[in-house]
């Protein structure tokens, strides 16, 4: 079952453009991960934010999270064409982590050069 | 290591042959993880192994599926009388125990026709 929804399903902008993308989830969390794919292909892990952190930045990439409304949201900035993916957030509820994931659905984000 | 290699790449078969992948993760990771994919959804969790102990299983494993990871480092998945309903991504992961982010292969990608 997946456990977050990614909103909005999906987003087109202009390269250069900032993109922002939300995560909501039901369950207490130790972590939250966000994660690229590329069509066809594995995902990539971008970020990690723990449940007792607020934000975290990782190069164009900022994360927040807001355990007491159940979210999360992924900004990226100057976006570049080599962003067009699919971004799915995947929260580790177990009580040591690491031991498994659960996936939202995705955002399907495509940069227009 | 390159990363996390999954064979084969591509499957096709048809409906009630056995099949089995192959997934060798980063040698430095214990932990090693069977997610699956369908077009357009996130991935859904089957199974994580510790070492070459099998932790959890997800009940989309069904009797059909099974995994192994004997010597605690490459691990197989093989589904016996293949249904329609699993053609999927198949996508294998690998981490250390209580380190965040996950490295995933490029997954197997499986059509039963």
């Known amino acids: 079952s997946q456990q977050g929804e990614e909103d909005p399903q999906a987003l087109s902008i202009q390269e250069g453009e900032n993109a922002t993308m939300n995560c909501s989830y039901k369950t207490s969390i130790n972590n939250l991960q966000w994660y690229r794919q590329n069509s066809g292909r594995g995902l990539v892990h971008l970020i990690l934010i723990r449940s007792n952190e607020r934000e975290k930045h990782s190069g164009r990439l900022r994360v927040t999270l807001d355990t007491s409304k159940k979210s999360s949201s992924l900004l990226i900035t100057a976006s570049r064409a080599a962003d067009t993916a699919s971004y799915f957030c995947a929260t580790d509820a177990t009580n040591f982590g690491n031991e498994k994931l659960t996936f939202g659905t995705g955002t399907r984000l495509t940069i227009i050069p | 290591d390159t990363g996390v290699s999954q064979d084969p790449r591509h499957k096709i078969t048809k409906r009630g042959q056995n099949v089995t992948f192959r997934c060798d993760p980063i040698s430095e990771h214990n932990r090693l993880y069977w997610y699956r994919q369908t077009l357009g959804q996130g991935p859904e969790f089957l199974t994580y192994?510790?070492?070459?102990?099998?932790?959890?299983k997800s009940r989309l494993l069904s009797d059909r599926f099974s995994a192994e990871r004997p010597k605690g480092s490459f691990s197989t998945l093989e589904i016996q009388r293949t249904e329609q309903g699993d053609s999927a991504m198949y996508l294998c992961?690998?981490?250390?125990?209580?380190?965040?982010?996950?490295?995933f292969g490029s997954g197997t990608r499986l059509t039963v026709v």
């Open positions: 192994f510790q070492n070459e102990a099998q932790l959890e």
């Open positions: 992961a690998s981490s250390l125990a209580g380190a965040g982010g996950y490295t």
